[in-house]
């Protein structure tokens, strides 16, 4: 499907690239794929494929990265680490300070697909390893690249390690005397069990919160209100703790390729693959809260009909389509989760088709479940807001993770003393 409005593909396509080589320049460092050839990359903690890429510092913890290269060939790839201030810029200290074994390592584990439509390979890192260690905790960036490129960077992805040293009891809730309290959710927390090394905890402490997991939208460099018998207190009246609610997303399986499953319309194989198509969707912006259970934007790889969820999923062409009885002004449709990093730009931009009155688009996905939404972004904006379709309710359940960065004044990097994560509905987890 070829988008109308060529200069808006243009414009996208221009973001997505300066954004991507920002990175190269040390600037600041996204979740980002150079090549439209790699696909589904996903760093997860071992053994849980639906975690959150965060580990404890010295613990036996391993992330794993998984991600396919489409083609009938594999390539010589190779990986290393950056080490990251609180902000995703590169930390002002040296490799070998925060990082034991060698610089730069070879990508070993890789397999061909097996007797799948599209061809491709899927590539595989586990870390720590016997190559390679983290000694520090912190923000972190994994940086894939062929041989011999190392700046030419084919993926990069986020990762967090933290020492786990601070106590910090957080909880969520309808914000109360604010334009907020029918849409939005409020989180307080308290940061306690400070080491005796920490100095001036009110000057040098940083927290942010994350919805889900996303950056994007993250509350960042919040200061306490209270600071009394060694304990922050992060209990806003201020909007500063508070974001939209949302909705519960969207979502489709297609685990197999044989039956139709719920909100799947039609599959259709046209050689040389498979077509998906789902039933078109509605606007939810003025419809009552429904409870259903979600991933909270997340997706997974499996399939039904096969025993290597990695190699023998297949990709297939998934149709999206909003119905709309014009095109609205001022700004673009999109559809985003975490199978895309919550990015907006050209592979997930929605044309508007007048002869169905309805946004349409069709993005390459591997066998799975996905969750997804509905975004809008405006002219000249980077930023988009899912309320316009989804709605926005207090009620929503959502994962929120709180994290402590410690910057030392005698030190160059910033420390990740602590995270957890609550939850709106069930009891708070670590």
């Known amino acids: 499907m070829k988008f109308s409005g060529l200069h808006i593909s243009i414009l996208f396509a221009a973001i997505t690239l300066s954004a991507f080589s920002q990175t190269d320049q040390q600037s600041v460092y996204f979740d980002r ?36 290269v489409l083609g009938s060939s594999s390539e010589n790839l190779y990986y290393k680490f950056i080490h990251c201030d609180k902000d995703w810029g590169k930390s002002d200290i040296f490799e ?12 070993e584990d890789y397999k061909p ?21 983290l000694t520090l905790s912190g923000n972190y960036v994994i940086v894939v690249y062929p041989e011999n490129k190392p700046d030419e960077p084919l993926l990069i992805k986020r990762f967090l390690i933290t020492e786990n040293s601070v106590r910090i009891n957080a909880a969520t809730h309808r914000p109360m005397m604010t334009d907020n309290n029918n849409s939005g959710q409020q989180v307080d927390f308290t940061v306690s069990q400070f080491g005796r090394n920490i100095i001036d905890p009110y000057r040098h402490i940083y927290a942010f919160i994350l919805q889900n997991g996303r950056w994007d939208n993250a509350k960042k460099n919040l200061k306490p209100e209270f600071y009394s018998n060694n304990e922050l207190k992060y209990n806003s009246l201020s909007d500063k703790n508070i974001f939209q609610g949302g909705n519960e997303f969207r979502f489709f399986d297609i685990k197999s390729l044989r039956y139709q499953s719920e909100y799947v319309k039609s599959i259709d194989y046209v050689s040389p693959g498979y077509n998906v198509f789902l039933f078109p969707s ?14 909270n934007g997340k997706y997974y790889v499996a399939i039904q009909e096969g025993r290597n969820f990695d190699t023998d999923a297949d990709y297939v062409n998934v149709f999206f389509t909003l119905p709309a ?43 799975g479940y996905y969750n997804y939404e509905y975004a809008f972004i405006k002219d000249g904006s980077a930023d988009g807001t899912a309320t316009y379709f989804e709605g926005s309710h207090y009620e929503t359940e959502n994962d929120y993770l709180i994290l402590i960065y410690y910057r030392n004044p005698q030190e160059r990097y910033d420390r990740l003393l602590g995270m957890t994560m609550t939850n709106t509905v069930n009891k708070p987890a670590s």
């Open 325 to 367: 009885k014009q095109k609205i002004a001022g700004g673009n449709v999109l559809v985003s989760g975490a199978f895309n990093n919550w990015a907006y730009n050209e592979n997930n931009l929605m044309e508007y088709n007048p002869q169905t009155e309805q946004y349409e688009c069709s993005i390459l996905l591997k066998q």
């Open 96 to 107: 070998s300070d925060y990082a034991e074994g060698y610089p730069e390592n070879p990508v």
């Open 33 to 68: 794929t150079s090549d439209k050839h790699v696909k589904t990359v996903q760093l997860t903690r071992e053994g849980w494929n639906l975690s959150y890429p965060v580990m404890n510092l010295n613990s036996g913890d391993k992330l794993i990265l998984n991600f396919d």
């Open 113 to 133: 697909s097996f007797n799948t439509t599209v061809d491709y390979y899927n590539y595989r890192i586990i870390f720590p390893n016997d190559r390679v260690n």
């Open 282 to 295: 509605e606007s939810r912006e003025f419809k009552q809260y429904f409870y259903n259970p979600d991933f």
